[in-house]
């Protein structure tokens, strides 16, 4: 076989692979909509719902306050969502997330936490799950150098995790802890629930990753929300890691306290 012959072989072997990845890349993106789609749909349905509720004269005070706090999780949900795909959507097309990088800003981690804390409460009360931030372990109310939004946005998706995958009845533990001589300070995020496997420790942070106890607790899941968190912690040269002991998972987040160390970029 002539060497034009071979070099035509391997660019038809090249262009039959690209084709067979561009028909599977159209598919995932049509499962990736399709999925979008439904979990957002999800709680609007249900805010729809409740509020038909409301109009209703016979519903007492007591049953509206009810309704009214679903609203406002099914609302939590739905704005979490949102947030969600559009930094997936974004890190789609731009993996720095070059767009979305803000001016940094001081950042009281104690207080961010306790409104994260605060936005998700109902939603956990749902299922008798209680969210309490440790005030024990924020003497100093912690303050780091950070993208404000983005940071919330990793807590609030640990949180929805934590909220998710709980059993009934347990408690989420918020805590801090300063690591003085390193100049970070650490968040952990404990709860009691679906335990991670050890295989799955670092797979979970996979984009796109759902362990099989997680698919069947919530098959639409995306698997995007922790990919996310440690990609934007990453982008603050933090740290995210997990650790399971039999069912309680924690989650910690290492952030520096003076911030990035090209910090200057984010301020112009």
């Known amino acids: ?18 084709e067979k990845r561009l028909v599977e890349v159209e598919h995932e993106q049509t499962e990736y909509l399709q999925n979008v789609s439904h979990q ?8 729809k719902w409740h509020i038909e509720n409301l109009t209703d004269a016979r519903v007492s005070i ?11 999780s099914q609302a939590t949900i739905a704005v979490h969502l949102a947030k969600n795909f559009n930094l997936m959507s974004n890190l789609e097309a ?34 008798g799950i209680d969210i309490s931030v440790d005030e024990r372990q924020f003497p100093e109310q912690p303050s780091v150098l950070a993208m404000k939004p983005l940071i919330s946005q ?3 998706n640990i949180i929805e995790n934590a909220v998710k995958y709980s059993h009934s009845d347990t408690e989420i533990l918020i ?3 300063s690591l003085a001589s390193e100049g970070t300070f650490a968040v952990s995020i404990q709860n009691q629930g679906i335990p991670l496997r050890s295989e799955d420790v670092q797979r979970v942070f996979s984009r796109g990753f759902r362990s099989p ?15 996310i968190a440690r ?6 040269e933090g740290t995210m890691s997990a650790q399971t002991t039999g069912n309680r998972t924690v989650f910690t987040v290492t952030l520096s306290v003076q911030g990035l160390k090209g910090k200057a970029r984010y301020r112009e």
């Open 62 to 72: 007591e049953r509206a306050r009810k309704v009214l706090r679903s609203i406002y």
């Open 94 to 127: 731009d993996h720095a997330l070059t767009k979305l990088k803000e001016p940094l800003q001081n950042v009281n981690l104690h207080q961010l936490l306790v409104n994260l804390a605060d936005d998700f409460q109902p939603l956990a009360w749902d299922q």
């Open 175 to 177: 805590r801090g802890r």
């Open 1 to 18: 076989m002539s060497s034009t012959d071979t070099t035509m072989r391997h660019l038809r072997d090249r262009i039959s692979a690209l």
């Open 213 to 227: 106890e997680a698919l069947r607790k919530y098959p639409a899941g995306t698997g995007f929300g922790l990919y």
């Open 231 to 236: 990609r934007i912690v990453e982008m603050h």
């Open 40 to 47: 957002l749909v999800a709680p609007l349905n249900a805010i």
């Open 154 to 156: 990793v807590f609030s």
